[in-house]
């Protein structure tokens, strides 16, 4: 959550011995499936109904990159190599030296995607009361 990252920035600053240290922050390694699945859960939204393979999105995502090279531009829908492995394999990382270094202890993933949604749906509920408004004086 955006509060275990608050912490342990300020774990690093006030522990002279971290000068120079690298931390990965975060507990929880999930893949893309797994994880939408999760936000899902927590949006109490259904997800679709239908989605591709990983070796068709793997496949795609090379032909969109040798595309996007010859075109000097970005894939299509952002669909890098790396990010369809990423999607595909998870994020693969070890944060156990963060808390341990840092001494933090991480809130479950599930609690931060829970405030995620509360701030979006609350900032997509702003603007849409933004846009009555301006409809009003209109």
């Known amino acids: 959550s955006v509060d275990d990252l608050a912490e342990c ?48 999105v793997i496949l795609a995502s090379y032909l969109f990159s040798a595309i996007a090279r010859v ?17 595909s ?5 070890d944060g156990s030296k963060s808390e341990r270094e840092l001494g933090v202890t991480y809130a479950p993933i599930k609690v931060a995607l829970e405030q995620a949604v509360r701030f979006y749906r609350g900032r997509a509920s702003g603007r849409l009361a933004g846009n009555a408004d301006l409809s009003q004086h209109q």
């Open 9 to 56: 920035i300020y774990q690093a600053l006030v522990r002279p011995e971290t000068t120079g240290q690298r931390y990965l922050i975060g507990r929880e390694c999930l893949d893309g499936k797994s994880y939408a699945k999760l936000i899902s859960s927590v949006a109490g939204v259904k997800l679709p109904w239908f989605h591709f393979p990983d070796p068709i």
């Open 71 to 87: 075109l000097r531009r970005s894939p299509w829908w952002g669909l890098s190599v790396d990010a369809a492995w990423t999607l």
């Open 89 to 93: 394999k998870g994020f693969v990382f």
